[in-house]
């Protein structure tokens, strides 16, 4: 829940809360104003942490420190976070054999750096009416990727989509 969304002290809305204090011990449903002395008392703050519950759960603890916790955690999972992009590499059923290398070895380099790959092959004139070709240069790819040692999964094989032939592949996850 993020801490805008929390409501502290005189905030709370209900009548009737289930009040844990700074140590963790249930101090048992109390109305809202009793559970707030105690938490005067104790120097701290109400703070709602459970609102859906039936009665809401609230805690006495020091709302700052429990932000600044709440805000740590989250950079935390943020900075642990893996974004895969999808790199696409496009190219024509007619490649030369040194322009499928150099394809294969951009595309390993993509695979290695934990992207995503879409290999499209687009179609023109009268190439449409040889679709094998592309599949014929898509399994030259793979065995490329092979050769070169690269861990993958083939997502998604040779499907032909209008004028462009493509399929995607991931890096592998055992690295």
């Avoid at 929390?6 to 109390?30: F, P, S, T």
């Avoid at 008392?41 to 006495?60: F, Q, R, T, W, Y």
């Avoid at 590499?89 to 750096?113: G, N, V, Y």
């Amino acid at each position: 829940m993020a801490t805008r969304e929390l409501r502290i002290n005189r905030q709370i809305r209900a009548h009737q809360v289930l009040v844990i204090d700074e140590n963790g011990v249930q101090r048992g449903v109390m109305s809202v104003p009793e559970a707030c002395r105690l938490a005067d008392e104790a120097g701290m703050d109400l703070v709602e942490v459970s609102p859906n519950a039936n009665p809401p759960v609230c805690k006495i603890l020091d709302f700052g420190r429990y932000r600044y916790e709440m805000e740590k955690k989250s950079r935390e999972a943020k900075k642990n976070q893996t974004v895969v992009k999808i790199k696409e590499i496009r190219m024509q059923p007619k490649i030369e054999k040194h322009d499928l290398e150099t394809k294969s070895k951009a595309i390993a380099e993509f695979l290695q750096q934990g992207n995503k790959v879409k290999v499209s092959i687009r179609f023109r004139g009268r190439e449409l009416a040889h679709p094998e070709l592309g599949k014929v240069v898509l399994d030259k790819i793979l065995d490329a990727l092979t050769e070169l040692g690269v861990q993958y999964n083939l997502d998604k094989g040779a499907l032909m989509e209008g004028k462009m032939m493509s399929m995607t592949v991931s890096p592998s996850k055992g690295k």
